[in-house]
């Protein structure tokens, strides 16, 4: 399944939430094959704290890809990424090999 977490909903997924609290619910109950993430969200968390957890939980999807408009939230969010692994050409679609 896709899931988007951002405060846009005119994404392509299978399941939208605002906010990092809904995201991990979502992410420890439904098997995600790709996420887009945008850094502002609605609630405490930020995108980029929300990929901290996921990463330290190994949770993580294969394929994610940063949405946020703001170059260096996306470039933060970018090099965590990188440093678990994943790959980009364009530093907004990223893919982690097993």
């Keep these: 399944m896709r899931l988007a977490l951002t405060k846009n909903y005119n994404r392509s997924a299978d399941i939208f939430c ?18 887009s993430i945008d ?14 957890w996921a990463i330290r939980k190994s949770l993580m999807p294969t394929h994610v ?18 440093h678990d692994g994943y790959q980009s050409p364009d530093g907004m679609n ?3 090999q097993y």
């Excluded at 890809?65 to 990188?82: I, S, W």
Aim: glycine share 6%; no cysteine; charged share 25%.
């Design 18 to 35: 605002d906010e990092a609290r809904l995201a991990k619910q979502k992410l420890q109950r439904v098997v995600i094959t790709q996420m």
């Design 39 to 52: 850094h502002y969200l609605n609630g405490r968390e930020s995108g980029y704290q929300f990929l901290l």
């Design 94 to 96: 990223f893919m982690k």
């Design 65 to 82: 890809v940063l949405t946020e408009t703001n170059t260096e939230r996306r470039n933060a969010m970018g090099l965590l990424l990188k």
